[in-house]
């Protein structure tokens, strides 16, 4: 793989794309698996492919080549909205938002499936991931994300560890509401662009296994960031190296590779190997 990436343009795409999504995802998967909303990034990702397969059929509609990924991302992000409005309306039921937005992208995916007449090569790429697939317009809108991705971290890092661990303050501070309204925007970013490279189907794998292979090995919030980060990228670069030589989609692979790696974490903790740092709730 190291001389294909060498001499042809699509594959050095692929492999900075994965290299972004394995940085982005894994680090908001952070704080979406300790708010225990897992679930957030499996109802976003259904709305995303329903966006996929409405700018596919618009393609097939109009004569005239649509990227999907622009239009996944606004029914990403329309879905996140989606969201949050519901949580407000279902107060003391808010985890039902998650289904009903999830049931709404499944059912919009079926119908513009139809309607576009079944499935093609290039959706086929967007469900379970393409080495191939990824244009230079693909990766200038995956590089833009994850910028906005790290400077929404990095300026909003305090406000979102107050958020994920005591929220009844962060009501009291009255941040908690404009914090999680971006917060879930940034989610549908990261899956609108971590789904070329892993797939539409198993993008919130890449945001939560990373995370939960680190929780077995660290005990201190910095950390487990620090380390997901690191999981990601290594299943992103050998998922990547699996599918070129095996010549298979990197979805499967990626989220093979962050399993195995969960299992060796998981043998390790039941082994006796410690934990250092501080409690997982400091900053």
Known sequence: ??????????????????????????????????????LIADALSHVTLGGITFGVYLSSMIGMTINPLITGIIFSVMGALGIERLRTVYRHYQELAIPIIMSFGVALSVLFLS????????????LFGSISAVSSVDLILISVI????????????????????????????????????MFIIVVALVISASMRIVGILLV?????????????????FRQLMFTSVIFGEVAVIVGLFMSFHLDISPGGTIVLVSLAILAATIILDRIGVKKRGEPIDSV
């Open 1 to 38: 793989m190291i001389e294909a990436l060498l001499e042809y343009e699509f594959i050095r795409y692929s492999f900075v794309s994965g290299l972004i999504a394995g940085l982005i995802a894994p680090l908001i998967g952070t704080f979406i698996v300790i708010r225990r909303l897992s």
């Open 115 to 126: 309607l576009a007449d079944g499935f093609n090569q290039d959706l086929f790429g967007y």
């Open 146 to 181: 994850g910028v906005i991705v790290l400077i929404f971290i990095y300026l909003m890092y305090k406000e979102m560890f107050l958020v994920s661990f005591d929220e009844e303050y962060a009501n009291v501070m009255n941040i908690n509401k404009w914090i999680h309204f």
């Open 204 to 220: 919130s794998a890449l945001m939560t296994l990373p995370v939960a292979s680190a929780m077995r090995v660290t005990s201190s």
